[in-house]
């Protein structure tokens, strides 16, 4: 039996509860497939689970709120946090970012002991930007100037806009959609990046994921790998 992208997305998001107990601070990701996380999670929480979130965006705080989460008041670190993706490689490196979140989703997936990634088969890739741009969050000012330091790194970046208006990010800031093919070596491209003035962040999540829960027709395959601290750049 052949199931629907949402479909996959339910049961990826829903499995990824799994991984949650008792005591955790908990990262809230962002997205049609961590929707499907916040409903079971907020589910458990009403059964009785103990934890509290950390939402990554505003959209996921109100259905965090809506379902009943208990959300931190204050936080410095997490212990685990669920998360979508647009693209996911062998290593679990990521793209992230077409719901606009990629600077909140960041600063807690650093700040997670854990990263979990939840998706449907579609987002798994062999390369990064193989069918995605790549966001990367700009402050408003000088953002033309900005775009062109950008495109001198080989990328084509666009202003992502709703109708004539530039939408804004949870942070007031802008999107450049970059778009680049496959990535040859997104940690250079990465550092470069975050070597332009007026860049906030990108949607390269690099040696944060862990585990990937993958829905599919057969339920829900899980990738797998061990990081190494000596390596992971974590950016
Ligand atoms: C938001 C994101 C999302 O996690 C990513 O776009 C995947 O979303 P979806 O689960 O709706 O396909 O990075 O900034």
């Excluded at 499995?15 to 997205?31: N, P, R």
């Excluded at 212990?79 to 647009?86: C, E, F, L, N, W």
């Excluded at 950008?150 to 004539?164: A, E, S």
């Excluded at 496959?182 to 999540?205: K, Q, T, W, Y």
């Amino acid at each position: 039996m052949t199931i629907s992208s949402d479909e996959a997305k339910r049961r990826a998001g829903e499995k990824a509860v799994e991984y949650i107990s008792d005591e955790m601070v908990v990262g809230l990701g962002t997205g049609s497939t961590v929707y499907y996380f916040l409903l079971k999670l907020g589910e458990r929480c009403r059964q009785g689970l103990q934890v509290v979130g950390v939402p990554t965006s505003v959209a996921t705080e109100r259905i965090a709120r809506e379902q009943g989460i208990p959300l931190a008041d204050s936080w410095s670190a997490v212990d685990i946090v669920v998360d979508g993706a647009d693209e996911i490689d062998p290593r679990l490196n990521l793209i992230k970012g077409m719901g606009g979140a990629l600077v909140r989703e960041k600063i807690v997936a650093q700040a997670a002991g854990r990263m979990i990634v939840v998706g449907d088969e579609s987002k798994v890739v062999k390369r990064l930007g193989t069918n995605f741009p790549l966001p990367v969050e700009v402050i408003p000012f000088g953002w033309e100037a900005t775009a062109v330091q950008i495109r001198q790194l080989g990328l084509g970046p666009v202003l992502r806009r709703q109708g004539n208006e530039p939408v804004r990010t949870d942070n007031g800031n802008y999107l450049l959609e970059c778009h680049t093919g496959p990535i040859e070596n997104p940690e250079e491209l990465a550092r470069s990046l975050e070597g332009i003035a007026g860049v906030v962040g990108h949607g390269l999540f690099l040696g944060l994921a862990t585990t990937a829960i993958i829905g599919s027709d057969q339920g829900t395959r899980i990738l797998q790998i061990t990081p190494d601290k000596d390596e992971a750049p974590r950016m």
